[in-house]
């Protein structure tokens, strides 16, 4: 199993970016997906989550209508859409693949490396 996120940078408040992750080594479009997050001198935070399909998608509260997640099976490839950059948004942002198809009742057991996400003035 292998992902690999890009797409983090160094972004104004009230900025956008869009990371992504690239899945390989396992069937992409049988598992669901997540992000999670881990700000500096903090713990894991989770972000958000997309079922096998794309059908049904999670969001943390402090995230919701600002972040959109979303996958291209067909690409192999996982999105995290962030608007309305915060500067308590920065952090190094995590993909993780889930044991199961759906998000509920599973576990992450494969993450990437990560990719860091400053949102600053």
């Known amino acids: 199993v292998q992902l690999v996120e890009s797409g983090g940078g160094l972004v104004q408040p009230g900025g956008s970016l869009r990371l992504s992750c690239a899945a390989s080594?396992?069937?992409?479009?049988?598992?669901?997906m997540s992000w999670v997050r881990q700000a500096p001198g903090k713990g894991l935070e989770w972000v958000s989550a997309?079922?096998?399909?794309?059908?049904?998608?999670y969001y943390a509260e402090s995230m919701k209508g600002r972040f959109t997640i979303s996958r291209d099976n067909a690409k192999n490839t996982l999105y995290l859409q962030m608007n309305s950059l915060k500067s308590e948004d920065t952090a190094v942002y995590y993909c993780?693949?889930?044991?199961?198809?759906?998000?509920?009742?599973?576990?992450?057991?494969?993450w990437g490396q990560g990719t860091l996400v400053t949102v600053s003035s």
């Open positions: 993780a693949k889930d044991t199961r198809a759906v998000v509920r009742g599973g576990a992450l057991d494969a």
């Open positions: 080594g396992f069937t992409f479009d049988d598992y669901a």
């Open positions: 997309i079922s096998w399909n794309g059908g049904s998608t």
